[in-house]
């Protein structure tokens, strides 16, 4: 059964840093495309970055692009997402999902992918 659990949440001021871990159970994830994406309350999900499974291509949005780094850690079976210079339009619930589609210049799509976390809150304030 696959399993994927989020950590690394949690509350921050503007400029701060967190970094988030997707950690699977039930498979080996660097044989996966992950995906993490975020809803804020009102907003659609959004996709945040991507690293495939196939060529490592990775994606990350406008939005986020020099600040947040996203990494396979296979020691750990994990994928993390290092997030710098938190704004607090960051804040949200980060989910991450994995087997679907990840190009570096394509938004990832939630439709497009087969399971996901139930996710870590992340809150930017001051």
């Known amino acids: 059964q696959v399993q994927l659990v989020e950590s690394g949440g949690g509350s921050v001021q503007p400029g701060g840093s967190l970094r988030l871990s997707c950690k699977a159970n039930?498979?080996?994830?660097?044989?996966?495309?992950v995906a993490w994406f975020r809803q804020a309350p009102g907003k659609e999900r959004e996709g945040v970055s991507c690293?495939?499974?196939?060529?490592?291509?990775?994606y990350y949005a406008d939005s986020v692009k020099g600040r947040f780094a996203i990494s396979r850690d296979d020691a750990r079976n994990a994928v993390d997402l290092q997030m710098n210079g938190l704004k607090p339009e960051d804040a949200a619930i980060y989910s991450c999902?994995?087997?679907?589609?990840?190009?570096?210049?394509?938004?990832?799509?939630?439709?497009?992918?087969?399971?996901w976390g139930r996710g870590t809150q992340v809150t930017v304030s001051s």
């Open positions: 690293i495939s499974g196939v060529d490592s291509d990775i």
């Open positions: 039930g498979i080996t994830l660097r044989h996966y495309t």
């Open positions: 999902a994995i087997d679907g589609l990840c190009y570096t210049d394509t938004s990832p799509r939630p439709t497009d992918y087969d399971y």
